[in-house]
Structures are given as C-alpha cells and as structure tokens.
Nanobody, 126 residues
C-alpha cells in the first residue's frame, strides 16, 4: 500500500556527515508515522529515529541522540535522516519504515511498522 525508497547512503570518514532520504508513494503520506532503523551484520535491527505524522513529535535511539536528526516534508512525501559526527559503529544498512496509524506520535517499536524500504548501506571508516 506504500512503497518506500531510500537513498543517500555511502562511504564516509569518521566525523563526517550524511543525509538519508526516503520517498514514499502509493498512499497519503500524512497517514503514516515514519521511522529509521539500522542493522549491522550479526546484530538485530536497531531503532535509530522516528517522527510523528505531523512532524511535531520525534524520538531517537540512545546511541544517536545529539548526532542524528529526523525530519519530514509532507509536501514531498519524504522523510530525512541527517547524520552528523558519524562513528564506525554507525556502519549498518539503514531502513526506512512506515506505520499506518491515526496517532500523531512517533513509535520506536520495530513491530509497529508494516512497511519497509530496501535499505541503504552506510559505511563509516575510522
């Protein structure tokens, strides 16, 4: 019902920055609260950041607080993840996720999200 396409991943040196984008199509974007998760090899999928339908409520995983910022542009059907001061431990595949929900509050629970993008690789070299 909604398709998600991430972009913006790549190779960056430690201390650098990247901005990920996720474009949604197929349903009204404002029906969805959005999240970013990541998964490193051999590890479970980890919550990174999430944002409410209106964009007024955001949440972050402890390991990225103060370094990453999530935002959304409902006119462009796009959610962003600005990543600053990147560390080698940020290396992972980053996934955009969407939850069709009436609540205007973010969710950090992976199982709330029913729609996922294909992922984009972020590699931070030390």
């Amino acid at each position: 019902q909604v398709q998600l396409v991430e972009s913006g991943g790549g190779l960056v040196q430690a201390g650098g920055s990247l901005r990920l984008s996720c474009v949604a199509s197929g349903r009204t974007f404002t029906y969805f609260r959005m999240g970013w998760f990541r998964q490193a090899p051999g590890k479970e999928r980890e919550f990174v950041a999430a944002i409410s339908r209106s964009g007024t409520s955001t949440g972050y995983g402890d390991s990225v607080k103060g370094r990453f910022t999530i935002s959304r542009d409902n006119a462009k059907n796009t959610v962003y993840l600005q990543m600053n001061t990147l560390k080698s431990e940020d290396t992972a595949v980053y996934y955009c996720a969407a939850d069709l929900n009436l609540k205007d509050h973010y969710s950090d629970y992976v199982h709330d999200y029913g729609y996922w993008g294909q992922g984009t690789q972020v590699t931070v070299s030390s």
